[in-house]
């Protein structure tokens, strides 16, 4: 189970998300939106070789015990959402 919180103030976002952590656009001290993404992309491309190895790991689904999960059931969204009952 999650919650979303929507905060109508950036003070208020700071009680669950430290503003030192937050981008320059948001108030915060960890770069801009362009320079964060610009140092994730770099640490994709470092990790590159890794990934490309993890490609060929799959995991042998005929050996898991019990029936397959039917996620549509699992989190009850089969069906026709014109029939949608909301508790």
Not at 11 to 34: A, F, H, I, N, S
Request: hydrophobic residues 30%; glycine residues 6%; negative net charge.
């Amino acid at each position: 189970m999650f919650q979303i919180f929507i905060h109508k103030e950036l003070k208020d976002l700071y009680k669950y998300v430290p503003q030192e952590m937050m981008p320059k656009e948001y108030g915060g001290q960890c770069g801009t939106m362009e320079e964060l993404q610009d140092q994730w992309t770099q640490k994709l491309i470092d990790y590159r070789e890794w990934f490309q190895s993890q490609e060929s790991v799959k995991a042998n689904e005929s050996l898991r015990p019990g029936k397959p999960t039917n996620y549509d059931e699992l989190f009850g969204i089969d069906g026709s959402f014109r029939q949608l009952a909301i508790d």
